[in-house]
């Protein structure tokens, strides 16, 4: 089963990465400079937490419970708490 989120209206979504245990999606919007975190049952955005220029990838570590976010136009990595 596929399911569309429109949780980033008007943005450009490059990146993003699903938090099983959790249930959540992390998604970096290239043009907002922002990461989304969605509720993946109900695709809610959940909140916004400003990263660097121009995020373009998402990880999460699930032994840190860190994202990591590659911002390709400051040439930077945001590390955000899980």
């Known amino acids: 089963m596929v399911a569309e989120i429109d949780a980033l209206r008007g943005g450009e979504v490059l990146g993003g990465a699903l938090v099983v245990p959790a249930a959540q999606i992390h998604a970096v919007d290239y043009d907002s400079n922002n990461m989304s975190v969605i509720d993946a049952g109900n ?14 990838g998402v990880a999460v570590s699930s032994t840190t419970n860190q994202v990591v976010v590659a911002n390709r136009g400051s040439n930077t990595v945001s590390v955000v708490n899980g």
């Open 43 to 56: 695709a809610n955005a959940v909140s916004t937490v400003p990263v660097g220029e121009n995020p373009t």
